[in-house]
């Protein structure tokens, strides 16, 4: 899934507030700080959920016929494939 950047600052900004709002949390650098950082962190997720979308895609593309995209079985392989790529991430 593709976010814009605005969005992603949308939510570092959303999940900041939240962590500001928590006792339990002591800040040691300064909100925006934590804000960029967060942002990096989803970034980076939304690449490597992205690389696995990709992987998922080739594997079915590599099979000996075709099968349609929206089909059943497109669905069933692509569960398949996108589970085994994020297993092998160990999420």
């Known amino acids: 899934m593709r976010i814009s950047r605005d969005k992603v600052n949308v939510l ?3 999940v900041s507030d939240v962590l500001k709002q928590m006792d339990e949390v002591e800040f ?4 925006n700080t934590i804000r960029q950082e967060t942002r990096k962190i989803l970034e980076e997720l939304l690449n490597q959920e992205a690389r696995i979308d ?3 895609r080739q594997k079915i593309e590599s ?3 075709t099968i349609l995209e929206g089909s059943q079985e497109w669905d069933i392989l692509y569960r398949k494939y996108y589970n085994e790529e994020v297993k092998k991430l160990g999420v």
Request: aromatic share 0%.
């Open 63 to 65: 099979q000996k016929r």
């Open 54 to 56: 990709v992987a998922a």
């Open 28 to 31: 040691i650098e300064d909100p």
């Open 12 to 14: 570092a900004r959303a």
